[in-house]
């Protein structure tokens, strides 16, 4: 029996450890802040039964995926780099408006999300590029030229509806080329430029955008009364009407920035209650935490189950259960560190490098904004937080992770023989 279940369960055993417990963990804390999903479908046990079955559902991709040899990949690559630019078009002409924003498509009765296709598929691109361009110095000056010209596009679809997975995109792969040793000259020209287009977004965004005629939550009354007169030039400008989500762009980083001090009776919560909820959350904690299921800012927290699931995490938990959360993360990144140290060849080190930063990062943007360190993004926490397409997209991750594990060619223990160990004996 223990043979059979290590023939479907192969690769690292450590990383099968961590997708364990973040499922688990996503399991209880789903179930505890699905209250309102429960409220509206008025039924308490369907919204878990949904979830666990898409997690079930994640583990059998992530099996499937794990038992194909790495070197395959590759050849996927171009079909998902078509699908990719694809559905994002699709996505951008005719894809339906969720939470005010054009990011799914739906096929077959089915919806899914494009920008999770494209975020593993531009790693997978990445990853080649930066092996098939590697020499004794690093990568050749034209690996930067190859990532940049099918980024930007890529990215700049998803921005147009989806601005922080576009940012979360833009950081794994600028990570992934300091890990292949990209020359920094490049880099440096990239950042710079970077916080140029970056300054005339923001100040784009300030300028032009309003949500929809709407005032940013959270502002005190004269600012709010300054809002209102201005509302009205999103209509008239042409650059809102290109960069339909430019107004809650403004509207998010405008909350942020507001730094003035607000009466605890004059706060309005209705106005700013995602963030004044998980606030609550984080602070009636009491460090130990309620426990496991009895959340009560979970009835008052829109996306509790999803964006904020932290906070609920924080809430139910204490500092202990976070930080066992961050712990988990932080392991995930380490043994991708160390499966990826020991592969013979380029392409798989940076593919199971490039898939695990992009689940630590996204992990990170979720957790900073749950406490308030950065603006609301909208992204949810990897494996944990409720999902349809991003839970299975993040599980084929860990399953082309644990596929490296299993079938790259790895390094002597020594570290420099030409030949594979013993317990990972299949070429690349």
Not at 377 to 406: E, F
Request: some cysteine; overall charge positive; charged content about 15%.
């Amino acid at each position: 029996m223990n043979k059979k279940i290590g023939n479907i369960f192969k690769g690292d055993k450590v990383v099968w450890m961590v997708f364990f417990f973040l499922c688990m963990i996503s399991v209880v804390e789903v179930f505890s802040a699905s209250s309102g999903l429960t409220y509206k479908s008025n039924n308490f046990i369907m919204p878990i039964v949904k979830h666990s079955g898409m997690l079930l559902l994640g583990v059998f991709v992530a099996v499937v995926i794990l038992n194909i040899p790495c070197r395959y990949f590759k050849l996927a690559t171009p079909f998902l780099l078509a699908v990719s630019v694809l559905t994002l078009l699709w996505a951008f002409f005719g894809g339906e408006k969720i939470n005010g924003a054009q990011r799914v498509v739906e096929l077959m009765g089915f919806t899914f999300q494009p920008s999770e296709i494209a975020k593993g598929t531009m790693v997978l691109v990445v990853a080649q590029i930066l092996s098939a361009t590697q020499h004794e110095h690093g990568a050749d000056r034209n690996a930067f030229k190859y990532i940049m010209f099918l980024t930007v596009p890529i990215a700049f679809l998803i921005m147009i509806e989806n601005l922080s997975t576009a940012i979360l995109l833009c950081t794994v792969i600028f990570l992934m080329m300091v890990v292949g040793r990209v020359p920094a000259r490049q880099l440096a020209k990239l950042v710079g430029v970077v916080v140029g287009l970056a300054l005339v977004l923001l100040l784009t965004a300030m300028a032009v955008g309003r949500d929809n005629g709407e005032t940013p939550p959270g502002l005190s009354q004269a600012r709010q009364t300054e809002a209102a007169q201005d509302s009205t030039k999103e209509k008239k400008s042409a650059v809102a009407r290109l960069l339909r989500r430019v107004g809650t762009w403004q509207s998010r980083v405008m909350t942020f920035a507001d730094d003035e001090k607000v009466k605890p009776e004059d706060y309005d919560l209705d106005k700013d209650a995602q963030v004044a909820h998980a606030n609550i959350a984080i602070v009636s904690s009491n460090v130990i935490g309620r426990g496991p299921g009895n959340s009560v800012e979970r009835d008052f927290l829109a996306q509790a189950f999803s964006d904020f699931i932290f906070a609920i995490i924080i809430e139910e938990t204490g500092i202990w259960g976070a930080a066992f959360v961050v712990l988990l993360y932080a392991i995930l990144l380490f043994r991708a560190g160390q499966i990826a140290s020991r592969c013979e060849n380029n392409f798989p080190a940076f593919l199971v490098m490039g898939l695990a930063m992009l689940l630590v990062v996204q992990a990170t943007f979720n957790m900073m904004v749950a406490v308030g360190i950065v603006p609301v993004t909208g992204q949810p926490l990897p494996l944990i937080s409720k999902g349809g397409t991003s839970t299975i997209i993040n599980c084929a991750y860990i399953g082309a992770i644990l596929s490296v594990s299993r079938s790259a060619k790895m390094r002597t223990s020594a570290g420099s023989g030409p030949k594979a160990s013993a317990g990972a004996a299949r070429a690349e």
